[in-house]
Structure formats: structure tokens, C-alpha cells
T-cell receptor, first 114, second 113 residues
Framework: NAGVTQTPKFQVLKTGQSMTLQCAQD?????MSWYRQDPGMGLRLIHY???????DQGEVPNGYNVSRSTTEDFPLRLLSAAPSQTSVYFC?????????????FGPGTRLLVL | GENVEQHPSTLSVQEGDSAVIKCTYS??????FPWYKQELGKRPQLIID?????GEKKDQRIAVTLNKTAKHFSLHITETQPEDSAVYFC????????????FGKGTKLTVNP
């Protein structure tokens, strides 16, 4: 049971480049989400999904796209990277309903946009 | 949408003292309030949580209290130890509703030996 995994761990991009941050979980969690963490700003929700085929915007969705074709995977796409997107990105997952409410985080992806 | 305010942003205590971190939320429909601890360079991890039908919950040296009327909740750490030094985040969500978990901006706790 690997929990929540994220790839890559580190990435350097040039302004305007595109990339996809990968996130996968093997706990059969319906709910998955993406956060960005910047100094002094806490964890800000980018996008979230309550199940395959269902996504919704969080607090800071601009510049990011998501899709949820399977329960396991929830990739985050940057279509045209900007320096303001330099951050640490965390993916998280948990069950919806049920007894366990713990949200588990992945190890994070550190992104630098030059 | 939900907004979570967290205070203080930094907190320094002596080993053995108590530490209290406070949060307020805006959405009266929020019903689940977890607290996360994040050590330097690591991912956030759940340390305690509380549902809106409970006023207080304890787990060894950690306790959380909830005041639904005032829409605020607090984390209490007693007998602090150096290994309690970390950033602590509060969060709120409406389970059974939108489900999204919104975080406060965090409190950096330093426990001085």
C-alpha cells in the first residue's frame, strides 16, 4: 500500500512551458485534491474531485487544469507556466462519507518556474 | 465559500509550557475540523480532528475545542516538548456537502528547551 504518490519530486520549467504533475493513490479514495503551499500562505486549494468524472475549482484555480478519468489518478496540468506558479504542490486523498475522515497527503512536488 | 483564519502565525514557548492555537471559520454549515502538523520538508499529517456534534476531544497531550456558536475552534498542546516544534494548520470542511477542505495559513510553533 503506497498511499498517495506524486511525480516528479522536483521540476524546473521555463515561463510558457507546460507540464503535468502526476498524483496517484491506491486506497480507493473517492476524494482527491491539489494544494499549493507558499511561505506565509498556508495550503491553498487549487482543484478537487469527489469521484471519477467529477472535478471542481478550489480557492486558486487559475492557470491549472485537472481531470479525473479513474479513481486512482488525479493529474494537475499547467498549460503555460508562470513564475507565480513557483511553489510546492501537494496532492491529497480521503474517503467521502464512511468512518475514516483522515486526509492523506502525498510527498509533494517542488516546482520552480524561471 | 469557506474562509479559515488562524492565529497566531508564530508562537514560541518554553519546554513544558502549554500552547494554544485558535481558528475561526466563516461557513456555518462546516461540520468537520481537523488539525495537521507539518515538520520541515515533510508532508502535513493529521494529529487530531473534531466533528461539529462534539465540543471537545483529547488525545494524550493534544486537545481540540469547538464553539459552533462563535464559529471558532482551538488546538491545545500541554507539556510541550521540542519535538512539537512544527507548523500547525487548522482546516474546515462540510462533510456530506462540497467536501472540500480549506486550510488556515498556519502557525509556526517553536518549543525552546
Amino acid at each position: 500500500n503506497a498511499g498517495v504518490t506524486q511525480t516528479p519530486k522536483f521540476q524546473v520549467l521555463k515561463t510558457g512551458q507546460s507540464m503535468t504533475l502526476q498524483c496517484a493513490q491506491d486506497m480507493n479514495h473517492e476524494y482527491m485534491s491539489w494544494y499549493r503551499q507558499d511561505p506565509g500562505m498556508g495550503l491553498r486549494l487549487i482543484h478537487y474531485s469527489v469521484g471519477a468524472g467529477i472535478t471542481d475549482q478550489g480557492e486558486v484555480p487559475n492557470g491549472y487544469n485537472v481531470s479525473r478519468s479513474t479513481t486512482e489518478d488525479f493529474p494537475l496540468r499547467l498549460l503555460s507556466a508562470a513564475p507565480s506558479q513557483t511553489s510546492v504542490y501537494f496532492c491529497a486523498s480521503r474517503m467521502t462519507g464512511g468512518f475514516s475522515e483522515t486526509q492523506y497527503f502525498g510527498p509533494g512536488t517542488r516546482l520552480l518556474v524561471l | 465559500g469557506e474562509n479559515v483564519e488562524q492565529h497566531p502565525s508564530t508562537l514560541s514557548v518554553q519546554e513544558g509550557d502549554s500552547a494554544v492555537i485558535k481558528c475561526t471559520y466563516s461557513d456555518s454549515a462546516s461540520n468537520y475540523f481537523p488539525w495537521y502538523k507539518q515538520e520541515l520538508g515533510k508532508r502535513p499529517q493529521l494529529i487530531i480532528d473534531i466533528r461539529s456534534n462534539v465540543g471537545e476531544k483529547k488525545d494524550q497531550r493534544i486537545a481540540v475545542t469547538l464553539n459552533k456558536t462563535a464559529k471558532h475552534f482551538s488546538l491545545h498542546i500541554t507539556e510541550t516538548q521540542p519535538e512539537d516544534s512544527a507548523v500547525y494548520f487548522c482546516a474546515a470542511s462540510r462533510r456530506g456537502g462540497s467536501e472540500k477542505l480549506v486550510f488556515g495559513k498556519g502557525t509556526k510553533l517553536t518549543v525552546n528547551p
